[in-house]
């Protein structure tokens, strides 16, 4: 279907990073399934399943970007299973592969680890951009520590401040937001390697009853998608209160941004801010400027 003939968001469209936007786009979500099942047969050859060849696991690699997204529908219509969709769609390209893509795991092995991955990577993206705002609002407050400017109180004209001082109480907020979404990104850990029901029952069957190995495996994956550690216990999937502590920080941080953007808007009613407007623009002031003449 053509982009234009379905539902798009100006959230995205307008407002997104092109960064972002591709962290949560279906080309990342599926490339980490086909990363997550070459890091689990990778480890699972490492630790002694000989079924898996160098050669298996080298055409999973040239394959991790190429996803023929019609053959995954047709798929997917034909299994009614989204991941065992995906499943054939990769193994098509790699025959080597196919009987071993997916040895032991569960559904959420890819579709709960891969989240955990687009979490961490949006939040990584998120930290970058919000420390260059950081430094770049410290250096304004430096800059303006002695301009003086008129304060408010129930946006009331009340003493005098500094413009240095007023782009403080951002700032402050700012590295408060700093701070919690870095907790939030240091938290996150790996749903990892645990079966369907979080009791790793089949890699314990793949490994002949070595718990040991078992164990090994859940680490060395986890390792080789990014993570220093997994979850200790999971069921199907990792607790959805880690969610909770990912959106806690970014709601907060939403808050601070809905302030700074508030103040900036009454700001510019005072004609203390001007917004930028260029030459060819048309928008809200021409939109106001209508309304009154109508």
């Known amino acids: ?24 786009s279906d080309d990342k979500r599926f490339s980490n399934w086909r990363k997550l099942w070459l890091n689990l047969a990778t480890a699972e050859r490492q630790l002694g399943l000989t079924d898996i060849s160098e050669e298996a696991l080298e055409e999973m690699r040239q394959h991790l970007y190429d996803i023929d997204y019609e053959v995954a529908a047709a798929e997917e219509k034909k299994r009614r299973h989204d991941v065992m969709a995906h499943v054939h769609t990769f193994g098509l390209l790699c025959p080597k592969a196919a009987p071993i893509i997916h040895l032991g795991a569960t559904s959420c092995y890819v579709t709960d680890n891969g989240d955990l991955m687009n979490l961490r990577d949006g939040l990584d993206l998120l930290l970058n951009k919000l420390s260059c705002v950081i430094d770049s609002l410290a250096k304004f407050a430096k800059e303006y520590r002695d301009l003086p400017t008129l304060g408010f109180t129930h946006f009331q004209p009340a003493q005098l401040t500094t413009v240095g001082k007023r782009a403080t109480l951002w700032l402050q907020e700012l590295l408060w937001d700093l701070r919690n979404l870095t907790r939030a990104r240091d ?12 009791t790793q029952a089949s890699f314990l069957t793949l490994f002949d009853g070595d ?14 998608s990014g993570f220093s550690t997994p979850y200790a216990v999971t069921g ?50 021409a939109i106001s400027i209508y309304s009154r003449a109508s």
Do not use: W
Not at 4 to 16: F, G
Not at 187 to 198: E, N, P, S, W
Not at 252 to 279: N, V, Y
């Open 1 to 24: 279907m053509d982009s234009h003939a379905k539902y798009q968001s100006p959230l995205t469209s307008r407002y997104a990073s092109k960064e972002m936007a591709y962290n949560f």
């Open 187 to 198: 938290d996150l850990q790996f749903r990892g390697v645990k079966g369907t029901t979080g």
């Open 211 to 224: 718990h040991d190995k078992v164990e090994e495996l859940d680490q060395l994956v986890t390792e080789l």
């Open 236 to 285: 199907q999937t990792y607790s959805r209160k880690v969610d909770n502590d990912v959106l806690g920080p970014l709601s907060s941080f939403g808050a601070t941004a809905h302030k700074i953007a508030t103040d900036i808007r009454l700001l510019a009613s005072l004609k203390e801010l001007e917004e930028p407007f260029e030459k060819d623009q048309i928008g809200s002031s």
